[in-house]
Nanobody, 120 residues
Framework: QVQLVESGGGLVQAGGSLRLSCAAS????????MGWYRQAPGKQRELVAR???????NYADSVKGRFTISRDKAKNTVALQMSGLKPEDTAVYFC??????????????WGQGTQVTVSS
């Protein structure tokens, strides 16, 4: 129903920057939330940032001031600009889209993930 494809991951030194991109396709509702999650080895997947179709944003405390999420609603793309990267940002980053007609019946779609590695 919905496909998400990420790109932009890679290896960067601490303090550097990367920009992740995600393209969504398929049956995308008018109102939805797109975001980025990450999962480091041995850790649970965590929310990094999300953005609604109304352009409301939410960030994990650990990335506030360093990461910026944005979206192009016409193109159904979302980007994550990451600056001041730290080794603890190393993880697989997953694009996410959440949508649904009812609060208790929302569906999550996930991209395949893109690796971000930050060296010290």
């Amino acid at each position: 129903q919905v496909q998400l494809v990420e790109s932009g991951g890679g290896l960067v030194q601490a303090g550097g920057s990367l920009r992740l991109s995600c393209a969504a396709s398929g049956s995308i509702f008018r109102n939805n939330v797109m975001g980025w999650y990450r999962q480091a080895p041995g850790k649970q997947r965590e929310l990094v940032a999300r953005i609604t179709t109304g352009d409301s944003t939410n960030y994990a405390d650990s990335v506030k001031g360093r990461f910026t999420i944005s979206r192009d609603k016409a193109k159904n793309t979302v980007a994550l600009q990451m600056s001041g990267l730290k080794p603890e940002d190393t993880a697989v980053y997953f694009c996410n889209l959440q949508q649904g007609l009812f609060t208790d019946r929302e569906y999550n779609y996930w991209g395949q993930g893109t690796q971000v590695t930050v060296s010290s």
